[in-house]
């Protein structure tokens, strides 16, 4: 009923920029928290970035002030941009949401399928 579709991955060269998206479709009601965790080969899965329904926002400090979270939510949509990539932030990124379905019964947690950042030059 609720799918989260990511975008914006790919190949990168080191100090360059990506932007990722998130979408969430189906039969959502509202979208609290939305964020970004990645996972690097050989390593556990990590939080990015998280933004919660009124926007505020929090970073790993891998990351603060290179990468920003936003959200827009008429399109219910995550984005993080990504700016001034190193080589270690290669890894796959997974979009998570905390969606309220149209039937209010109780919020579900639900994670994007995961796309591939490569930084490498």
């Known amino acids: 009923q609720v799918q989260l579709v990511e975008s914006g991955g790919g190949l990168v060269q080191p100090g360059g920029s990506l932007r990722l998206s998130c979408a969430a479709s189906g039969s959502i009601f509202s979208i609290n928290d939305m964020g970004w965790y990645r996972q690097a080969p050989g390593k556990e899965r990590e939080l990015v970035a998280t933004t919660t329904s009124d926007r505020n926002t929090r970073y790993a400090d891998s990351v603060k002030g290179r990468f920003t979270i936003s959200r827009d939510n008429g399109k219910n949509t995550v984005y993080l941009q990504m700016n001034s990539l190193k080589p270690e932030d290669t890894a796959v990124y997974y979009c998570?949401?905390?969606?309220?379905?149209?039937?209010?019964?109780?919020?579900?947690?639900?994670w994007g399928q995961g796309t591939l950042v490569t930084v490498s030059s």
């Open positions: 998570n949401c905390v969606v309220l379905p149209i039937t209010r019964s109780r919020y579900l947690e639900v």
